[in-house]
């Protein structure tokens, strides 16, 4: 059986369509009172766990839409599809329908 994404917009598709953008670490810290010590905890340390994880997923080979997905890390199992791209009530949302990504897509 192949590793596979549901994308919340096209379907479930093959892993090779998507990039991996990490855990998700919840909203971003409010900038006011940010210290570059709560600044580092969100940006770069993962809880890197062993079973179900949620994570963001980037659907490169398809409809350009960040979304998350619960999936075992154990078993690369999806549980569930995640929150919806245009999802309002989605805490990492920028309200712009986009989340914030963690990382920059070079490609
Ligand atoms: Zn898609």
């Known amino acids: 059986m192949s ?15 998507f990039r991996f953008g990490g855990e998700d670490r919840g909203p971003r810290p409010e900038e006011t009172d940010l210290t570059p010590e709560t600044w ?16 963001w997923w980037y ?5 350009g839409a960040w979304f998350t997905v619960l999936r075992d890390t154990c078993t690369n199992r999806e549980m ?21 990504p963690p990382f920059v897509d070079r490609l």
């Open 3 to 17: 590793f596979t994404i549901t994308c919340p917009i096209c379907g479930k598709r093959n892993l090779y369509e």
């Open 80 to 100: 569930e599809n995640g929150t919806r791209p245009h999802d309002a009530e989605n805490p990492a949302s920028n309200g712009q329908g986009r989340p914030y």
């Open 59 to 63: 659907h490169r080979d398809g409809c």
């Open 40 to 55: 580092a905890q969100w940006a770069m340390m993962n809880d890197n766990v062993s079973g179900i994880q949620k994570e």
